[in-house]
């Protein structure tokens, strides 16, 4: 029930970047009318996985309440992947198809408040990976010992790569059953818990009971073992599972210690785990790792840091697996809250770039943590701004990542409260629960809630490439100092050190001067994210 109301943005936002994408993208990244008058209330795919022949079929269920009467919906499934057929109370249904998009004409009355269900049918040979996670689909693979090693990855390009969906962001399914018929032998990882296994069909039955957004829903196939702990947290007991390849059982026994860590450290900051009743998992698979609701996907070579690298180069990031730590941070910033447009993919990626500076502050102090995220800001490239185009599937820059975090490190300055910022940050998870936002509901909260008002901040970090420059000119008692590179009516407060006493500044574009003692040293303060450049 995470369907609300249009962004009446998205009209406008299309048309002035429309030279730049086509009708495709439109069908896929916005809110069309023959999406609009359906919410979203469960799924359930039911397919076989036949990794010798790289081929799956089966049916998605797609139960829906009518929000408005409309007779012809829009389902998205990509090539070569082919619908079969669509029914709906056992009759069948013509389908008219443009690229991804497949309207599907109904002939039963829709009336307004009624569930409905259509049962698609498909099958194919699915895109395989590419470049998995990031250029997705089926990653077809083998273990050490020749077994298939089989997983999915979708995000950006869409679910609609494997399974036909509403291939959208802003409406997630309340619930979802997700049974996966694989080769003797072998298991079926999914999202949520296993409620039985047909032992028959060899056909795993999963099902997830909390509102899942289509890029999380996956399944990975292995000769996998489990093993797994309790963790005592914030709503009680948590289920903590690992899914592992059996030879790979001891290192992973050692490396997954990372994980109650992570869960210590997130429910202080962030609060409890978002999806206790659907437990939390980590799945080895074929590929880096991805944010697959409660059921994380790991692929990170038992290393430290990112496959070995410390992406802060100062140390901190060698003291985490990054992807244990990182992908596990989604689970707040990504699935719990959700972004509606792929525009505002920093809500997922700058939250949880930063949430592995709360981990180690949690775990080895706050210079610890300002050291590592400080050390982030060599990664961002300022190419373009970090909010994206509506409408059309885009994101914007990756310094979504970095420049998200140092933006949300430099707000925890200006607040100056760490535990106001906590429970900030607490307050997000709690009154976001389970739904779908744009970038505007996180940056009003944020200031409503600090009693402080940042939308010049975010405009700044978020929506132009521009980082501000501190100009100053320092003589015997005097300063002089202004912020250029920056937005009309930027102002945002600053500390900074004469020698070693703090001070607050709250510079703007105009030249302001303040006496002080003497010609001493003078620098910003490190923790906010700011360049500065001397004049004299
Ligand atoms: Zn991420």
Known sequence: MKNT???????????????????QDTLRGSITPERAWWDLNYYHLDIEVKPDEKYISGSNTIRYKVLEKQ?????????PLKIKK????????????????????LKKEQRKGDFNEVIVHYSGKPKEAVR??????????????GKHFVATSCQGLGASVWWPNKDHMYDEVDSMAISVKVPKGLMNVSNGRLRKVDEATNTYHWFVKNPINNYGVNVNIGDYVYFGEKFEGEKGTLDMDYYVLRDDLEKAKEQFKDAPKMMKAFEHWFGPYPFYEDSFK???????????????????????GYLGRDLSSTGWGLKFDFIIIHEAGHEWF?????????????????????????FLDYHYGKEAAEDYVI???QNIVN??????????????SKDMYYKGSNLLHTIRQLINDDEKWRQILRGLNKDFYHQTVTTQEIENYISEKAGMDFSKVFDQYLRTADIPVLEYELSENVLKYRYTNVIDGFDMPLQVFLGDQAHALIPSTEWNTNKIEGLPEFKVDRNYYVNSKKLN
Request: proline content about 4%; cysteine-free.
């Open 86 to 105: 669509v029914t709906q109370d056992g009759k069948e249904l013509e389908v008219k198809s443009n690229g991804n998009a497949h309207f599907i004409h």
């Open 5 to 23: 109301l249009l962004i009446l943005l998205l009209t406008f936002t299309t048309t002035i970047f429309s030279q730049k994408f086509t009708e």
């Open 334 to 358: 990504a699935n719990n809250i959700t972004y509606k447009d792929a525009a505002d993919m920093w809500v997922h990626e700058g939250f949880t770039s930063y949430s592995e500076n709360i």
């Open 383 to 396: 190419d373009k701004p970090v909010i994206g185009p509506y409408g059309v599937n885009q994101e914007g």
């Open 132 to 145: 998995a996670p990031w250029d997705g689909g089926f990653s077809w693979k083998k273990d050490s010992n």
């Open 71 to 79: 007779d012809v919906l829009q389902v998205d499934l990509q090539p």
């Open 375 to 377: 050390g982030l800001r």
């Open 282 to 304: 980590l799945v080895q698979v074929p590929y880096l790792g991805m944010e697959h609701q409660s059921s994380v996907t790991y692929g990170n070579q038992w290393q430290q």
